[in-house]
Structure formats: C-alpha cells, structure tokens
C-alpha cells in the first residue's frame, strides 16, 4: 500500500513538473493600453495568466500607457519595430493613427487569423465594427488590421460640470446652459473669488473644448497629433449639411467661429481662469487628469460615454458630476474607429495575440479581470451580482485605487457586468443610447493624405508651434492667429485642403 501511495505521489510529482515546465515554456505576449492609470497588475495578472494559459497558448504582460505618455511610447514601439510590443492601441485619433499606421505596413493583416480564429469575435461584435477595421494597407488593398472595440459607437462632447461646487457659488445647471461657452466669465469670477487665486475653474482639454464650442469633428485621416481639417456639423440637424459651409473640409484654424473660441478662451486664460500647465503639451495631459480626479475645477470638457457620470472614475471624486452635451449624439468614421487594438507586424506571437484578442472581446470573465480587477482584491459583488469598487467606509477599495485602466480602450465592454454605481441594466441601456445616434452626411469618409504627406509632416510641425497655446488662450489671438495662418499658407495648406475636398466630393459622387 505505501509503495502504491509513493508511485501516486510520484506520478502527481511528475506531472506537476510537466504543467509547470509546459507553463513556463509558454511565450509572452505583450499588450500596451492607452489613458490607464494603474500602478499595480500583479494580482490580475496573475488570474489572467492562469486563465489565458490553455486558451490562448500565451502569458500576457502589460504596458499601462497614460494620457501622457502613450502616443510617445506607441509611436516608438512601431517605428522602431519593437518586437517586444505584441499588440497596441490604435484608432482615428491618436498618435500612431490607425488609418496611416495600417497603410504604411506597421500592422498585421488579420484576414486569416479571423477566418481561423475569429468566429467568437465575429459574433461578438458588429459587423460594421469590423468593416471599420478593414482599410487600404501597404499593398492597396483593404484588408483587416484590428480588432475594434464595442464601445460607444456614436460620438457625444459635453461640459463636465462640478455641480457640488458650482450650487456652493450658488449657480445652477440651467445658469451654466443659458449663459453659454461665451457667458462663464461671471461664474468663473465667483469661482475665483471663493476658492483663490490657485484655484483655476476651467478644466479644459484644449483641443476637445475648441470642438465643443464649433460643432466640428475629428476628420479621420488628417493629421493625428494636431487636427488641421474642420467639418462643420448641423447641430439643428445632425444628419445634414450646415447651409453654411455645407459638406466642405476648412482649414480648421482660419473660421470665423474659430477666431471668436480663441478670443473667449483669451480672455478666461488672462483673467486666470485657466491654468497655464494645460497649455504646455507635457504637462497638458496630465495636469487635467489630476485635477479632474482630485475635483479641482468648475466647468470641464468630456468625451462622453454613456453613464460616465456613474462610474467609478468620477463618482471617485467625492462630487456631484453632471455633463451638459453640446449635441445629440452623432455617428462619425472617427466613433467607429475610435478604440482599436493592432498587432504590430514586429510581433513574434501573431497567432497568440490574435486569440488573446479573440478571447478579450468574447468572453466575460477575462474581459471582467482586465478591467475590473479580481473580486475580493479590487472589487466586491454586491447580493444583487452588481460589482462594488467601494468598502464598507465607502472609499475606494486599496486593490481598486491601484487599478483603474481606461475601460473603453480595452474592447468590449458590452459584455462587463453591471457596476453598483450605474445600476442593473446598465449595459442594456448603453446599447440602445447609442443606438440613438444620428449618422453625419459624410460617414465613412477617411481622408487618404497619401499624395499630400510631405505637407502634412509640415503642417503638423506649424500647427504644434501655435494651437495648442492658441486653443488654451495663452497667446493673443489678434497678433498670433495671423502668423499661424500665414505659416500655414507657406506650409502647403491650400493643397492640403484641395487634396481632402476632392476626395469629399469623389466620396459623395459629386
């Protein structure tokens, strides 16, 4: 009998050993995410990795990139043909830009990898989805090279109001509507007055603020560091031209309507209603994302997403949040390749990484560890199934503090389970707000800069000299807008312009 008992435990011996050295031997695949703010993955990681193994065939690491330092990193990582980086984030608007990236050949084709692969992924997400995802590459044809988040699929600016604070000065939310962008000044003089000098009211991402007060979208296609295009929309009427400027591309900084956001955010920069960090490119990033965490500000700007207000990245901040949006919400190509992940054709794991990806945008429980963490760790279900980020003393949970990614660069998040803080039914509800959303007249068109690329690179440089300060009113408008236009005159900006109308125009059938 102990000899019987010693061969089992041998045997579990060895086979142990097996699992572990089969375990080890697996390849790593790397991930680098956007806009997160984590400072400890080991826990989940852990039970990623656990979860992963026989799945995907892979262990996972992740680089958490910022708001601050992601376009840096990715842009790097592809350039430079890092193997090291698996997968990264891509999409319309950020650095590495997802249509110029895909067409320069810095992304693996996934044409074969979905058709072996790809069947949860496919019935996961909308087919428009992966129509989005499939573009012109290095060999002229379209082909897939992405796998694109289920996320908010409509597109909706809106001012991020501190409401807590903005009653303690004793304004309401109706005052902040029927004053207006250009009518602040008197709220944000109280505000000053109250809180001090130190204290700057308006929280802006200068870029986001300039488009929420002339109605205009990101052109997808055009320049991903600093937008030179403008496309005027209708906000009467979403789904048609502005009379106008009709379905014309405009060099984005010579408008009427940009002039008088540049003159208003002037005068709040001067009058110390702005804080001069937001217009410095290494600080502007970061600078808003603290303040906005710490509720240190009045009137914000937001990307929104569909209860935002309700998460537990604002509901964090110890405040009433309210978002006024600027419009209804709107269908735009930006929106539809707004959160992508690519495998970046240096990848030594194509395979892994694609069914790590499959699996991500398919199955609940890895999409739950990657963004919510590991229940008991960094959250909590509550007796209704409904995850908690808060203890009993109602503050974030310790695990939670230290991992909070950016849910909406990660993929699906249709298939998350529902949070205390937005409600049960949450993401019933998600789907059909942004089943609402009205499709733009020139949905679908991605500007091709190909044949203007050499003044692209050149406008971008002018642009980086002056928007920025420009949008955060840190320059007088009445002396720099005209040096900004002429240098972009100079730069080729009637070319840039001709090459992106035309294609308006072929793209219309006009």
């Known amino acids: 009998m102990k000899r019987l008992v010693s061969l089992v435990l041998s045997l579990a011996l060895v086979l142990s050993l097996c699992a572990f050295a089969q375990a080890d031997d697996l390849p790593t695949i790397t991930i680098m995410f956007h806009g997160s703010n984590v400072s400890d993955d080991s826990v989940v990681l852990e039970k990623v990795n656990e979860y992963i193994a026989d799945?995907?065939?892979?262990?996972?690491?992740?680089?958490?990139?910022?708001?601050?330092?992601?376009?840096?990193?990715?842009?790097?990582?592809?350039?430079?043909?890092?193997?090291d980086v698996d997968m990264i984030f891509t999409c319309s608007w950020s650095a590495d830009e997802f249509n110029k990236y895909a067409k320069d050949g810095y992304f693996y084709e996934l044409d074969e990898l979905v058709d072996a692969y790809g069947a949860e992924l496919k019935a996961a997400i909308p087919e428009a989805l992966m129509t989005a995802a499939t573009v012109v590459g290095p060999d002229g044809e379209k082909h897939i090279y992405a796998v694109n988040g289920f996320k908010d699929t409509a597109t909706q600016i809106a001012w991020d109001v501190n409401v807590t604070l903005l009653n303690e000065l004793g304004y309401t939310l109706d005052d902040v509507k029927n004053l207006?962008?250009?009518?602040?000044?008197?709220?944000?003089?109280?505000?000053?007055?109250?809180?001090?000098?130190?204290?700057?009211?308006?929280?802006?991402?200068?870029?986001?603020?300039?488009?929420?007060v002339t109605n205009t979208i990101i052109v997808t296609g055009d320049s991903g560091n600093v937008n030179l295009l403008s496309y005027y929309m209708n906000p009467d009427d979403l789904t048609q031209p502005t009379e106008k400027y009709g379905n014309v591309m405009l060099n984005k900084f010579a408008t009427e309507e940009y002039k008088a956001f540049a003159e208003t955010m002037r005068a709040y920069y001067v009058a110390g209603y702005i804080d001069p960090a937001l217009a410095v490119a290494e600080t502007s990033n970061d600078t808003r994302t603290n303040a906005q965490k710490e509720a240190n500000y009045l009137i914000g700007t937001q990307s929104y997403a569909y209860g935002y207000e309700y998460s537990a990245e604002v509901t964090s901040r110890g405040i009433e949040?309210?978002?006024?949006?600027?419009?209804?919400?709107?269908?735009?190509?930006?929106?539809s390749q707004g959160a992508m992940i690519a495998i970046s054709s240096a990848s030594e794991h194509p395979e892994e990484s694609f069914k790590f990806l499959n699996l991500l945008n398919s199955d609940p429980t890895l999409m739950t560890l990657l963004n919510y963490g590991v229940e008991g760790v960094q959250y909590n279900l509550t007796e209704d199934g409904l995850v908690d980020f808060y203890g009993e003393d109602n503050e974030l949970l310790p695990g939670r503090s230290a991992y909070q990614p950016w849910t909406n660069g990660m993929g699906n998040v249709t298939i998350l389970p529902d949070t205390k803080s937005e409600g049960a039914g949450f993401r019933k509800a998600f789907q059909e707000f942004y089943a609402?959303?009205?499709?733009?007249?020139?949905?679908?068109?991605?500007?091709?800069?190909?044949?203007?690329?050499?003044?692209?690179?050149?406008?971008?440089?002018?642009?980086?000299?002056?928007?920025?300060?420009?949008?955060?009113?840190a320059v007088d408008p009445e002396t720099e807008l005209p040096k900004f236009l002429s240098a972009l005159d100079a730069a080729g900006m009637q070319k840039y312009l001709d090459a992106a109308n035309e294609q308006v125009k072929a793209f219309l059938g006009e």
């Not at 996972?60 to 193997?83: Q, R, Y």
């Not at 009518?183 to 802006?204: M, N």
């Open 321 to 335: 949040v309210a978002y006024l949006p600027c419009t209804d919400p709107y269908v735009d190509t930006t929106v």
């Open 180 to 212: 207006g962008f250009f009518g602040w000044g008197e709220i944000f003089a109280k505000a000053k007055e109250v809180k001090g000098d130190a204290f700057y009211p308006f929280l802006v991402e200068p870029m986001v603020a300039e488009r929420a």
């Open 436 to 473: 609402s959303g009205k499709a733009i007249p020139v949905l679908g068109f991605i500007f091709d800069s190909s044949e203007v690329e050499t003044e692209m690179g050149a406008l971008a440089n002018v642009a980086a000299q002056y928007a920025l300060a420009l949008d955060c009113g």
């Open 55 to 83: 799945k995907v065939g892979a262990k996972l690491e992740v680089i958490w990139g910022t708001w601050g330092d992601f376009d840096d990193k990715a842009t790097n990582a592809l350039l430079s043909g890092d193997s």
